[in-house]
């Protein structure tokens, strides 16, 4: 993998952490349920990513990193406000 790819993926591994942090218990498990249906891998243990996303992520083709990174970052607001979007329909 090409230094810069390394970086692309680095960087979006980072934004999804960030972005986990602000989910609850409840959020997150069901988000880690969500991912490992999405990427067809048990990529969490504990509640939390481990080496398989990491892995997962680096074997995408090139350009597709940060398409994923986009996808998996919205997918992670819809659980943290899903119920705030649900209570006001």
Not at 34 to 62: C, D, R, Y
């Amino acid at each position: 993998m090409e230094k810069l790819e390394l970086n692309i993926v680095e960087a979006v591994l980072r934004n999804i952490k960030n972005c986990l942090f602000h989910l609850d218990a409840g959020q997150l498990e069901r988000f880690l349920v969500w991912l490992e249906s999405h990427t067809k891998s048990k990529v969490s243990e504990g509640g939390k990513l481990n080496f398989q996303f990491t892995t997962w992520l680096e074997a995408l083709p090139k350009g597709q990193v940060l398409d994923e990174g986009f996808l998996i970052a919205s997918e992670i607001f819809w659980f943290r406000y899903r119920g705030e979007f649900d209570e006001s329909n």
